[in-house]
């Protein structure tokens, strides 16, 4: 496991808008929340079931698909860079 499959977010489950706060950030429309959201909370593979930084980040990676190329990376360099400031302590 790396340490990203081992930090749990405990106050991502407690603050619902978070997913939506978080999207202007890495300016990606914000109609991808949904799937964001769904995919964190409701995973679709065992192994996301845990509320770990790894399942969020992958909760974001099938919404990111949905965008043109050049969008789609820079919405993923800023989550790596969202989740490396938010989360940076338990590395």
């Known amino acids: 496991m790396t340490p990203l499959q081992n930090r749990r977010v405990h106050d991502w489950q407690h603050h619902g808008k978070c997913c ?5 950030k890495l300016e990606a429309p914000k109609h991808l929340v949904r799937t964001v959201h769904d995919l964190y909370f409701e995973p679709k593979y065992e192994e996301f079931r845990s509320r770990t930084i790894w399942s969020l980040s992958n909760a974001f990676t099938p ?7 050049i969008p789609q990376f820079k919405a993923t360099a800023k989550l ?12």
């Open 20 to 24: 939506a706060r978080v999207f202007p």
């Open 63 to 69: 919404a990111f698909k949905e965008l043109e190329p």
């Open 80 to 91: 790596g860079e969202f989740l490396e400031s938010r989360f940076s302590q338990s590395f």
